[in-house]
């Protein structure tokens, strides 16, 4: 019998194989409750100063945000509301990650 796993192309990103998957920047959302939801932006490279990228972020987009240090994924930025399509133009256009390198993921 063939057995196809459907979630091997996932599981082999997550997994870490090799040194292309860190080199993704992940903008996700997360929802709370009711309306409300969070986008989170995680690997970006260590060189840059995460409390700099948000003070820009927060200003461009006229709302709040915080860094946070996550044990397995590192410093993780936090934005209020949907700001992934907004997160990820300003990236590119700033410079810090390139329109290819950036994964954008929720609904």
């Given at each position: 019998m063939f057995y196809v796993?459907?979630?091997a192309e996932a599981n082999a990103e997550d997994?870490?194989?090799g040194a292309g998957s860190k080199d993704y920047v992940h903008v996700r959302i997360q929802q709370r409750n009711g309306r409300k939801s969070l986008t989170t932006v995680q690997g970006l490279k260590k060189?840059?100063?995460y409390n700099k990228i948000l003070k820009d972020l927060k200003r461009e987009f006229?709302?709040?945000g915080t860094v946070v240090q996550d044990p397995e994924l590192g410093q993780v930025?936090?934005?209020q509301g949907?700001?992934?399509k907004n997160v990820a133009t300003f990236l590119v256009q700033a410079g810090i990650?390139?329109?290819e390198?950036?994964?954008i993921h929720g609904f």
């Open positions: 796993d459907p979630f997994s870490g194989a060189e840059y100063s006229c709302c709040n930025i936090q934005l949907d700001q992934r990650a390139k329109k390198s950036i994964k």
